[in-house]
């Protein structure tokens, strides 16, 4: 028996963040379900699933975008409620709209709060005339003949973002106004291959800015929570990759401000469930750049320091509870950071990398967030997040520490991934004084480049691949082979 109007929950999703929600979902004695396409019937989150539903489609991503399939599926299963997670169905209200006519629980905010708050151009108008501040900004869809002008008016430098953009997707800065035209052109044509809609606005570029964003949590009562901020600057391609809190740049009178507005621009959205809203904070000050109407990836290094499980509290205020705390009960202990594992060559411009996980062997004594394990395969068909590394300590030098110790333990063999890149990054002079920005890693080339592997590491490395190699290999009927091919240093 629980105290929710659901007895089982689907996760309409896949990777590290199934996995995450399923072990909230089955630690409060919920039968957890998750949709996966056949390419991930072998895989962690399936795994976890008390119930594992196929869904097709003409690739994998449309499978998991198709939410009339996954709303028929989980009827017939039985499902009471489902959560949609990040990307993919997360932040579509006719999705939200669809499940609840079909009389399952929607693990998530109102269809008309996706709607207003989802829409970037429409929620930042909506903040705006809340009395916020929001970057300035020019949309086209206001009056497409004079775009270019209220653009240009705006002065330069300038940032190009499509409408219905995301995930970093399709924008570009233009610093020299003579190229414009030209610019909008390659951003309309990427925005409509992307997300089916080339409509563009632009906005004026914060330059060397912090990415700062605050948690939120409101129940259908009314009552708005914050849970605190996540400094998100360490970013490329305007992707993030490494997330912590408490921000380093905050006073605690800023903090207060930051932290308050965004309550503040929750509540006069009549906001439930959780939510993030991300401001850009420059010279001048903080403006409100977006809310992300769902859990988002660095959820975690809030839960580390605050003691909240957000997903447990998206079920609880999905079910209709009313928040069981108040603000002056979150309280904020210690600092936290995040790493995102990604599977990508830092030093052929990050570019994708595939393969197979030949060896898996994640760092002991914190938290990870994994979508892979041993014998998983990577393709370029989805995102290449493949794992996110959480740690937290006393303070930041303490979690800067705990993290380079996880990254120096971190196995992972068999597909590239951006692990090196990450150890030097936290190992970066301002990085570690907390001197951020959304360019840094630009700024730095060097950090992307490959260090010569040295002699211990390159042992044990290679004897956890033998290790790992080996079923593998004996399957193959290659054993003898791989025996000799090890020679001198197996021991
Ligand atoms: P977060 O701040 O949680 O990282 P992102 O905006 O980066 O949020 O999106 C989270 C995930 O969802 C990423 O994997 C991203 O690639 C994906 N995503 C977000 N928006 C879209 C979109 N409109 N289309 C496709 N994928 C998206
Ligand atoms: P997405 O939907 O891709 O998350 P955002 O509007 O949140 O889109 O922007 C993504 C990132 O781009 C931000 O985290 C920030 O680094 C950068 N960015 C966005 N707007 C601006 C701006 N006006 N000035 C400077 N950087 C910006
Ligand atoms: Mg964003």
């Known amino acids: 028996m629980t105290g929710f109007p659901f007895r089982s929950v689907l996760v309409a999703n896949r990777g590290e963040i199934a996995v995450r929600i399923l072990r909230t979902v089955r630690e409060q004695g919920l039968t957890g379900a998750v949709v996966h396409h056949a390419v991930d019937t072998d895989t962690p989150a399936v795994r976890a699933a008390d119930i594992a539903i196929e869904v097709t489609g003409p690739s994998p991503v449309a499978a998991y975008l198709d939410g009339d399939q996954i709303i028929e599926a989980a009827r017939a299963a039985g499902i009471g409620a489902i959560h949609p997670g990040y990307g993919f169905l997360s932040e579509n209200s006719g999705f939200a709209r669809r499940v609840a006519e079909a009389g399952m629980v929607f693990i998530g905010p109102t269809p008309e709060a996706i709607e207003l708050m989802g829409d970037k151009v429409r929620a930042a108008r909506f903040v705006a005339e809340h009395g916020f501040p929001v970057v300035p900004k ?51 044509s990427e925005a409509q291959r992307y997300f089916g809609d080339g409509r563009l606005y632009m906005e004026r570029y914060i330059e060397r800015p912090r990415h700062i964003e605050v948690q939120v949590l409101g129940d259908a009562q009314g ?38 507005t965004a309550a503040g621009i929750a509540r006069a959205a009549g906001y439930r469930n959780a939510g993030t809203i991300e401001f850009i904070y420059g010279r001048d000050g903080f403006y409100f750049l977006e809310m992300n109407t769902r859990l988002q990836v660095e959820h975690p290094v809030t839960e580390a320091v605050t003691g909240v499980d957000l997903v447990l509290q998206q079920l609880r205020v999905a079910a209709g509870e009313p928040l069981g705390f108040g603000q002056e009960a979150v309280a904020v ?30 760092p002991p004594g914190v938290r990870v967030d994994a979508g892979v394990a041993l014998g998983s395969r990577v393709t370029t068909a989805f995102d290449p997040m493949l794992a996110k590394v959480i740690v937290h300590g006393a303070d930041r030098a303490e979690a800067i520490a705990k993290a380079q ?17 990450l150890a030097r990054l936290l190992r970066d002079p301002d990085f570690a004084a907390g001197e951020l920005h959304t360019g840094l890693i630009d700024e730095k080339p060097a950090l992307a480049l490959d260090e010569p592997i040295d002699a211990e590491t390159a042992a044990r490395v290679l004897g956890l691949a033998a ?24 021991n």
């Open 405 to 421: 110790q996880a990254m120096h333990d971190l196995v992972v063999l068999g597909c590239r991934t951006n692990a090196g890149f």
């Open 223 to 260: 009552n708005v929570i914050h849970l605190f901020e996540r400094e998100c600057s360490i970013q490329r391609r305007f992707q993030k990759i490494v997330e912590e809190t408490p921000s380093p740049a905050l006073s605690p009178q800023t903090r207060r401000e930051i932290c308050e």
């Open 333 to 362: 202990s210690g600092h936290a950071l995040e790493l995102r594992l990604y599977a990508e060559d830092p030093a052929r411009g990050f570019s994708p990398t595939t393969g197979r996980i030949l060896a898996w062997s994640p």
């Open 138 to 188: 020019a949309v086209e869809d206001d009056d497409p003949a004079s775009f270019l002008a209220r653009a240009r008016a705006l002065g330069p430098p300038l940032l190009i973002k499509p409408a219905a953009g995301g995930g970093g997707k399709g924008m570009r800065i233009v610093r020299d106004l003579a190229q414009l035209e030209a610019e909008c052109d390659r951003a309309r």
């Open 467 to 490: 290790q790992a190699l080996r079923p593998i290999a004996d399957a193959a009927g290659a054993a003898p082979a791989l025996h000799r091919a090890m020679g001198g240093w197996r």
